[in-house]
């Protein structure tokens, strides 16, 4: 059985820096990504990687944040820097079965953890 565990948001100011990190227990091989939901909108992919670790982004984010995983503690990690306003919202580690390549589709993905907030604001 598939656990999720997300940590490492909180509140920052434009053009700050937060680190997400995502515990997961029960994975194997499978792609993992990142989502965000922003109040009275819909939840959409931020960025994904395929157990091989290839990666993809949406086109918002695309040199601002990156994801990366550490295999040996089963974690998934986002960075993300020069934070800007419009990326506040409630963020999500996710885990879907074997695939050919990294999703950000939400289909994509059958495993999802609570959740962590994060608030860009001056």
């Known amino acids: 059985q598939v656990h999720l565990v997300e940590s490492g948001g909180g509140s920052v100011q434009p053009g700050g820096s937060l680190k997400l990190s995502c515990a997961a227990s029960?994975?194997?091989?499978?792609?993992m990504g990142w989502f965000r939901q922003a109040p009275g909108k819909e939840r959409e992919g931020v960025a994904g990687?395929?157990?091989?670790?290839?990666?993809t982004y949406a086109n918002s984010v695309r040199g601002r944040f990156t994801i990366s995983k550490d295999s040996a503690n089963n974690t998934l990690y986002l960075d993300m820097n020069s934070l800007k306003p419009e990326d506040t919202g409630m963020y999500y580690c996710?885990?879907?079965?074997?695939?050919?390549?990294?999703?950000?589709?939400?289909?994509?993905?059958?495993?999802w953890g609570q959740g962590t907030q994060v608030t860009v604001s001056s």
């Open positions: 996710a885990a879907g079965p074997p695939f050919y390549i990294p999703s950000l589709a939400p289909g994509r993905y059958n495993t």
């Open positions: 990687i395929h157990s091989g670790g290839r990666t």
């Open positions: 029960g994975v194997t091989t499978s792609i």
